[in-house]
């Protein structure tokens, strides 16, 4: 089974500004198979980017995954206030799916 | 519009059985992998399995297989979770997901949950 780390475990940030998450798997993810949910109190998560690089249909520009092998990163340009999430990473390129434990984005 | 409409909350005693469901609307129910994660209140993601309605065909995270079983009934575009014994552990919510297009895609499409608490 395939272990996903992120870090850090809580980010403090202010609007407008740039962030990066970092997300490590304990070995390759075949085929760049990682994407990344946002998800907010209360609600479902929602997929941001799959295929470690691809921006889900509707999400906003500011958005942007990079990565392979073990180590894939999500970048937010310009945090907007509904931004202030938990944002989970997650491979498919293996069985079972595995989730990293989650990144909390909160506001300064 | 893709939707995927889960039944609603559910509370249970341990041992006793569930089934969950999930029906999807605005795509062809037939032809997309149907899968459940589970979030233990305050806690991450787990994946627990997925099935491909066109054929029954399912596939089970070892830390749920045995444990859970997934199925599809195509004719009414409903997928289903289903426990013949819950136990404590089981308490938590349980999403059904669409993938994007084969069974190695992300999750492209969420349910808005079932809350499972199972408590003597």
Known sequence: EIVLSQSPGTLSLSPGERVTLSCRASQ????????????????????????????????????????????????????????????????????????????????? | EVQLVQSGAEVRKPGESLKISCKGSGYSFRSYFIGWVRQVPGKGLEWVGLVFPRDSQSRYSPSFQGQITISADESIRTAYLHWSSLKASDTGMYYCVRQQYSSWSAFEYWGQGTLVTVSS
Not at chain 1, 64 to 91: H, K, V, W
Request: glycine content about 12%; hydrophobic content about 35%.
């Open chain 1, 28 to 108: 390759s993810v075949n085929n760049a198979f990682l994407a990344w949910y946002q998800q907010k109190p209360g609600q479902a998560p929602r997929l941001l980017v799959h295929g470690a690089a691809n921006r889900a249909t509707g999400i906003p520009v500011r958005f942007s995954g990079s990565g392979s092998g073990t180590d894939f990163i999500l970048t937010i340009n310009r945090l907007e206030p509904e931004d202030f999430a938990m944002y989970y990473c997650q491979q498919y390129g293996s069985s079972p799916y595995t989730f990293g434990q989650g990144t909390k984005l909160e506001i300064k």
